[in-house]
């Protein structure tokens, strides 16, 4: 049974997704899939947006290469239920090698590419407010240029839930029906819903690196120790840290957040590199 | 959680409102280590090098540089079983415009006022802005007040006196208030701001219901119609709901808890239709006022509801839409009593839009004609002056139709003869018609002094023809004869034989009556005729 205000969170979130879908042509429009606990949500939101009809929308998803071998396990399984595809740069950086170009290129520019591509101009996401300082500042219906770029400066006015979700010949649109969630809601959703999230959330003995106090990378190798460990955030393998934990359900998992000390944040090295660092990349046409 | 709370923050630019949100989310232990510590980087690199908790705050690059807020900030905090969702506002007068979007959408007010400035244009506008969006719960900060101290003491004269200003200023608004002093920066007063948010999340009803429901999209499944519908609060689905614009009795079948809609009658129903139990306004004629984001254009369309319909003028306090909007006065039901204007070319967001319906003329009748306010009566008799001051009389402007003007244009190919004079009045008659049929008030000021020409325009514009026949003796006339026109020769004729008329509403006698007087027999009779 869900609580009042994840009600009333679910209710703003398919109001927006049926918003969109009602004034603009589904072919235009694309669900970004990331295959972490945020795309499942909305992976949920959509289908009950849509119920009784499957789902009509794209998802599409940007591999780096680099993704957990468990991610794409969940990915080829969700792909059976839903409209997916994928989509590679062929650049085929490396994060040890690449540094910072790597997620600039096969995140942000391989993004970009895939809507070039699909001629896609509407895409949804799973960002949230409460992730990261200029994430806090983006509208639900972001205006993107026609080179996906955004400028905070230009955002529309928005008072939900009158969204304004029309198109014009030279703008994009992002839409992001999670953005009023937090993580713990996140939770708690998928928790009374029962949804299936990637099995890297949950706590187990897994072969890690340590890589700063309290912090350790997952290691497919021989090299490395073994740990219970967890993950909060799932991106790309050698970019994404992981926690010592005990939570091997759900319901240990949203305990464990409610007497978290830090947030998810600093297990993303894309979100925690320099200040400001989302922002920039938004202004890039990162979601 | 039980509920969910949303709040502004708002007031002057630098009257401390990142300082006190941050020491809000401190205090209701909200703020994680890594968040603290960033903040604390923060006030090491733009600020004096001692925690500020506006660094808690502000998002983007430019803002953390400049110490201002631009855009509204999104938060959340959990407190008292609560989510508790915070729109930061930038007090900057430039962007005065982000600060009215959100007050759109929240349940109460946080109004800061530093003690050392007082209360600042801005605070004023914010004022305005709150209470047109119907903003009930206003909780006022006088902030700062360590720095106004004396001897280590608060000034607490000050604080009084700066209470006692804030008081009278608020007599005119009808917000339920309470005037808090604090520090920010020293933790002071925080707590009884927290306890005040808590007390106003109490009194919001959850069981309160506005039975609005807006169509988004009709969808089809196994050959039955269902439909995704949109709407604010509770809705009780025991009333009797009625299908609008059409205005016709339905039957909710069933209302599901991802909001999909049946209805037992078989009908067409699509986007943009509304179904309500209670009363809802069905016009396309809609006073307003609107708070503009950049100039408006000559392409633009509203959006309420789910209803986006081309604007075909705009005036200032109103405007006529292509189609009717389904909506209510924004006094009656926040929610539905409001709209973006959005341009049609750009499709950006120009506008938001409060609807104000309550005048008695554009009422909850759908597509009610307007009234035309016929002033006959010979030339010089103060026909268009007593217009004028009809004219002022309502708070939606009528349009003023002079014959006098007229001739200069449309009727400029008229002369004095019988035959022009009879054409000069039935065109006039012919706009006013027009313009009345579109829901628009009509000042007309014109001789005709033809009865039976007077008695077939009453026929042509109907119920809503209203004659005022302004009464005055030749000899009077030709004595405030300020035009000169009973000097002229060629209209000798008009100024004779002033047929009086059956068609007459009322007749104002300026031979005895002083302006001031015949007004109020005018307004008297609007009043008792339920006109104003």
């Known amino acids: ?287 | 959680m039980e509920k969910l709370f949303k709040f502004i923050c708002c007031g002057n630019v630098d009257d401390g409102k990142s300082t006190l949100i941050g020491q809000l989310l401190l205090n209701s232990g909200n703020v994680k280590v890594d968040q603290m510590e960033d903040a604390k980087k923060a006030s090491q690199k733009n600020g004096s090098g001692v925690f500020e908790p506006a660094f808690l705050l502000d998002g983007l690059l430019e803002e953390r540089e400049q110490q201002i807020t631009i855009d509204v900030a999104h938060r959340f905090f959990d407190y008292d079983d609560t989510r508790f969702h915070i729109l930061d506002c930038p007090g900057h007068k430039q962007y005065t415009k982000n600060m009215a979007i959100a007050a759109a959408e929240a349940d109460a007010a946080v109004l800061v006022i530093d003690i050392s400035k007082g209360i600042q244009e801005q605070t004023l506008k914010h004022l305005d802005i709150c209470s047109y969006f119907q903003i009930e719960k206003l909780c006022i900060c006088i902030t700062k007040c360590d720095l106004s101290s004396v001897n280590g003491k608060w000034n607490d004269e000050k604080i009084l006196d700066l209470t006692e200003k804030i008081k009278s200023i608020l007599t005119k608004y009808k917000f339920d208030y309470t005037i808090i002093p604090v520090s920010s920066m020293q933790n002071i007063g925080i707590d009884k701001v927290l306890d005040k948010l808590v007390e106003y999340k109490n009194t919001i009803d959850n069981q309160e219901y506005e039975n609005i429901i807006h169509i988004q999209d009709c969808k089809f499944s196994n050959g039955k119609r269902y439909y995704w519908v949109r709407y604010n609060k509770n809705l009780d689905l025991t009333k009797n709901y009625k299908l609008y614009p059409e205005n016709i009795d339905i039957t909710i079948d069933k209302l599901s808890e991802n909001g999909v809609l049946t209805i037992k009658e078989d009908m067409d129903i699509s986007r943009g239709h509304c179904i309500a139990a209670g009363e809802v306004l069905v016009n396309d004629l809609i006073r307003h006022y609107t708070i503009w984001f950049s100039e408006p254009t000559n392409d633009m369309v509203i959006k309420h509801g789910t209803r986006t319909v081309k604007i075909l003028n705009y005036y200032e306090n109103s405007f006529k839409l292509q189609e009717p909007l389904i909506f209510n006065n924004i006094t009656d039901v926040k929610n539905n009593g409001w709209g973006i204007i959005i341009d049609n070319l750009t499709k950006k967001t120009i506008g938001c839009a409060v609807f104000l319906a309550n005048e008695n003329t554009y009422s909850s009748k759908s597509n009610k004609k307007g009234n035309v306010y016929w002033f006959t009566g010979l030339s010089g008799a103060g026909k268009t002056t007593l217009a004028k001051e009809l004219l002022n009389s309502f708070s939606l402007k009528p349009i003023l139709l002079d014959a006098d003007d007229l001739r200069q244009g449309v009727n400029s190919d008229l002369g004095y003869s019988k035959e022009d004079r009879i054409k000069n009045v039935d065109r006039i008659a012919h706009i006013a018609n027009l313009l009345a049929s579109q829901g628009f008030n009509v000042i007309v000021t014109c001789i005709s002094k033809e009865a039976s020409q007077r008695a077939r325009i009453k026929e042509l514009i109907g119920k809503t023809y209203i004659e005022i026949f302004v009464d005055r003796s030749i000899e009077n006339c030709q004595k405030y004869d300020t035009k000169g026109l009973y000097k002229s020769i060629n209209r000798d004729n008009m100024i004779n034989n002033y047929q009086e008329g059956s068609s007459v509403s009322l007749i104002i006698d300026t031979n005895n009556d002083t302006i001031e007087v015949s007004k109020q027999k005018m307004l008297n009779y609007l009043k008792s005729n339920n006109l104003i």
């Not at chain 1, 009600?7 to 235009?28: F, G, H, M, P």
Request: charge should be positive; include cysteine; proline fraction near 4%.
């Open chain 1, 1 to 287: 049974m869900l609580c009042n205000h994840l009600k009333q969170l679910q209710k703003q979130s398919i109001e927006l997704i049926r918003e969109v879908c009602a004034t603009n042509n589904y072919n235009d429009m694309v669900v970004f899939y990331s295959i972490g606990k945020d795309s499942s949500v909305l992976l949920d939101l959509f289908k009950k947006a849509f119920y009784p009809q499957s789902i009509p929308i794209k998802f599409l998803h940007i591999d780096t290469g680099w993704k957990f071998k468990e991610m794409y396990e969940f990915r080829d399984k969700i792909a059976k239920e839903i409209d997916l595809l994928v989509y590679k740069n062929p650049a085929n950086l490396n994060p040890y090698t690449d540094g910072r170009r790597y997620t600039d290129v096969m995140k942000t520019e391989a993004l970009k590419q895939a809507l070039q591509k699909y001629k896609f101009r509407i895409a949804f996401g799973g960002g949230r407010r409460d992730e990261e300082k200029s994430r806090a500042k983006e509208r639900m219906v972001s205006i993107r240029d026609e080179y996906n770029r955004w400028s905070p400066r230009s955002q529309n006015p928005e008072i939900p839930p009158l969204y304004n979700t029309f198109l014009s010949d030279k703008t994009n649109l992002r839409i992001f029906p999670l953005s009023n969630w937090t993580e713990l809601d996140i939770w708690r959703y998928i928790k009374s819903e029962n949804i299936d999230v990637v099995p890297l959330y949950f706590a187990k003995e897994r072969n890690v690196i340590k890589t700063q106090p309290g912090m350790y990378i997952m290691s497919y190798d021989k090299i490395g120790e073994t740990k219970k460990v967890r993950f909060r955030t799932l991106g790309c393998y050698p970019l994404t840290g992981a926690v010592e934990s005990d939570a091997q359900n759900v319901d240990d998992i949203i305990s464990e957040l409610e007497k978290a000390q830090y947030t998810e944040r600093i297990t993303r090295v894309i979100d925690y590199d320099t200040d400001g660092s989302m922002e920039i990349k938004k202004k890039e046409g990162y979601f």
